[in-house]
């Protein structure tokens, strides 16, 4: 192994280290307030600008630990779409059925799984949003075609503005429902049922599906039509 070899293992190392150390004080504290120097001490870097030499600010870290998840929950997803497309399932189960069960396979993931879903949770609006507004949006997110280009098809029968608030609704409940059950499932002062992935996974895809296929309500659409610009 040549000396440049082993600057890189060790360069590669660190550089997990900061990710795998950022993913708990995020998950457990919240983005805002966990500070670089916080990251650095806590993975036991001596160097104290180790997090700017690597990703080059706490956004790059962040992104870092989007890159090392998001592309096998996105790849995941696209499978599980085509299998689901040879089904008779409902394109609405379908959508929520996709959905979630890759952010399922998140909760077992051993390597920073359960974080990134705690993160995901506190930025999943703006994440959202950042698929269909890139250019405003801090993190270069995967754009998930198969799961918006079906969301379109199921949601044709909605107002453009219902739709997409739906889209990020289902976004919202899927991550946070997820999320909050990793927190109480090891709490034992909860009914057993509260601590079952399956039934709360089961229970998460039955309530996303009633979220799509729900018609808006005649308030709603009064609402809508007051905030339209005339």
């Known amino acids: 192994m040549t000396v440049t070899d082993v600057k890189d293992s060790r360069s590669l190392r660190t550089r997990e280290v900061l990710i795998s150390t950022a993913e708990q004080l995020f998950a457990q504290q919240g983005i805002e307030a966990v500070s670089v120097n916080t990251i650095t001490r806590e993975a036991k870097q001596s160097n104290r600008n180790a997090v700017q030499y690597h990703f080059g600010s706490k956004t790059g870290l962040l992104q870092a630990i989007f ?3 998001s592309p096998s929950v996105a790849a995941s997803r ?7 497309l040879s089904t008779t399932l409902p394109v609405a189960r379908l959508l929520a059925t996709a959905l ?3 952010l399922l396979e998140k909760l ?10 705690h993160i995901s949770a506190e930025l999943i609006a703006c994440n959202t949003f950042g698929y269909t507004l890139p250019d405003k949006h801090p993190l270069d997110l995967p754009r998930e075609n198969k799961l918006v280009k079906l969301a379109l098809t199921q949601l044709t029968h909605l107002p453009a503005e219902v739709a997409q608030q739906r889209v990020l609704l289902m976004n919202v409940l899927a991550f946070h429902g997820i999320s909050d059950h990793a927190r109480m499932r090891t709490n034992g002062h909860y009914a057993t049922m509260i601590g079952a992935t399956d039934f709360m996974a089961s229970n998460l895809i039955d309530s996303i ?9 005649a308030n709603t659409l009064e609402i809508l039509k007051q905030h339209r610009p005339t």
């Not at 696209?78 to 689901?84: E, F, R, W």
């Not at 599906?209 to 309500?217: C, Q």
């Open 67 to 69: 890159d090392k998840h």
């Open 78 to 84: 696209a499978a599980l779409i085509d299998t689901l």
């Open 100 to 102: 979630v069960q890759p």
């Open 108 to 117: 077992q993931d051993p390597n920073g799984g359960e974080a990134y879903l």
């Open 209 to 217: 599906t009633a979220m799509l296929e729900a018609k808006p309500s």
